[in-house]
């Protein structure tokens, strides 16, 4: 579904990603673990196009997409939900999820208003509040549901359950599996390892821009070493 090859991604002089290669196949959750500042928030903008690349190359089932404005790789079938939620806050639910809608493309799961109220039961229920009256929570999960009008076939997820409650990182969990029952193709960047084993088939571990580990997470826990040294505090 998606291909990094050896891509080095800069802020001005910064350079942030070195020569990071990845890929994530069709129907498979990825967690890209690190640490703050480790580069995943740059890999997420560098596949959207955000940040552009100035080496390597990004492609989406196989077409290059480097180089492409934003607005057409989303159109192209890649939601991107960043860490910082960016919601309309004076505009209600429904709104909001008006903005994202895009029609239905192929091989990708097919979203409705109504299917997404049955996944986050509180967004229907306040479908009429705006956005500046949601809880932290809320608002993660209407900028999930707003991407998902979108109909991507692949799905990035920065950060999915920084700053949430308990309660509602099980929820975020229980939803990102169901996303993967539904044939979805998901990238996840995360700190927290319990959640990622939860929700993902396979780990990836960044730290300063490049890739350290890419495997299974019962490769992880026998080389603690890795784990110790990229992902612990």
């Not at 991604?9 to 942030?16: E, N, P, T, V």
């Not at 390597?56 to 196989?62: K, N």
């Not at 239905?104 to 996944?119: G, K, S």
């Not at 700190?191 to 088939?201: P, T």
């Amino acid at each position: 579904m998606l291909e990094i090859a050896a891509i080095n991604s800069f802020y001005g002089r910064a350079h942030i990603l070195h020569d990071l290669s990845l890929s994530v196949n069709a129907g498979e959750v990825v967690a890209l673990l690190g640490r703050n500042g480790a580069g995943k928030t740059t890999t997420m903008k560098s596949v959207m196009q955000l940040v552009r690349a100035r080496s390597g190359r990004v492609r989406l089932e196989g077409e290059d997409i480097t180089g492409w404005p934003a607005y057409r790789v989303a159109r192209h079938g890649i939601g991107y939900v960043p860490e910082e939620r960016r919601i309309f806050t004076d505009l209600t639910i429904l709104e909001n999820l008006e903005v994202g809608r895009q029609s239905a493309r192929y091989a990708a799961p097919a979203w409705t208003v109504e299917m997404l109220f049955e996944l986050f039961p509180n967004l229907g229920e306040r479908r009429h509040n705006r956005g500046k009256t949601l809880s932290g929570g809320e608002r993660q999960m209407l900028s999930i549901a707003r991407t998902l009008m979108g109909n991507p076939r692949l799905l990035l997820l920065d950060e999915p359950s920084e700053g949430l409650a308990p309660l509602i990182m099980e929820h975020m969990a229980e939803t990102i599996l169901r996303f993967k029952a539904k044939g979805l193709t998901v990238l996840l960047s995360e700190q927290n390892l319990h959640f990622a084993r939860i929700v993902a088939d396979r780990a990836l571990i960044i730290e300063r821009g490049e890739k350290k580990f890419d495997g299974s997470f019962a490769e992880l826990e026998h080389h603690p070493e890795i784990r110790d040294a990229h992902l612990s505090v």
